[in-house]
Nanobody, 119 residues
Framework: VQLQASGGGLAQAGESLRLSCVAS???????????MGWYRQAPGKQREWVAT???????SYADWVQGRFTASRDGAKNTLNLQMNSLQPEDTAVYYC???????????WGQGTLVTVSS
């Protein structure tokens, strides 16, 4: 499985961006995706969790999201979008998507997409 994240860019404080993550690969592998999630890593900080959608459809968010970000699936099982509203400079980070695969202890990570929010 390979992951392609897109949608990052430059925004001003208060604006919105929408990230997308698409998983590709052999259908048997795609069908074994158990969860898809978004993480971020700000400059000089550790990577932190943003949101995860599990196979059954439930989506969980980090406490700090506080309703500003919404994860969703377009309809295709191998996508996860992240709508980010009311962006703040502290949201500046590289945003990564990752998937868990049934039967595997190792998550697969995408290359990340940079979000820069100016004040």
């Amino acid at each position: 499985v390979q992951l392609q994240a897109s949608g990052g860019g430059l925004a001003q404080a208060g604006e919105s961006l929408r990230l997308s993550c698409v998983a590709s690969g052999p259908i048997p592998s795609i069908s074994r995706i158990s969860r898809m999630g978004w993480y971020r890593q700000a400059p000089g900080k550790q990577r932190e969790w943003v949101a995860t959608r599990i196979r059954a459809g439930r989506i969980s968010y980090a406490d700090w999201v506080q309703g500003r970000f919404t994860a969703s699936r377009d309809g295709a099982k191998n996508t996860l979008n992240l709508q980010m509203n009311s962006l703040q400079p502290e949201d500046t980070a590289v945003y990564y998507c990752a998937v868990g695969i049934l039967g595997s202890d190792t998550d697969i990570w995408g290359q990340g997409t940079l979000v820069t929010v100016s004040s």
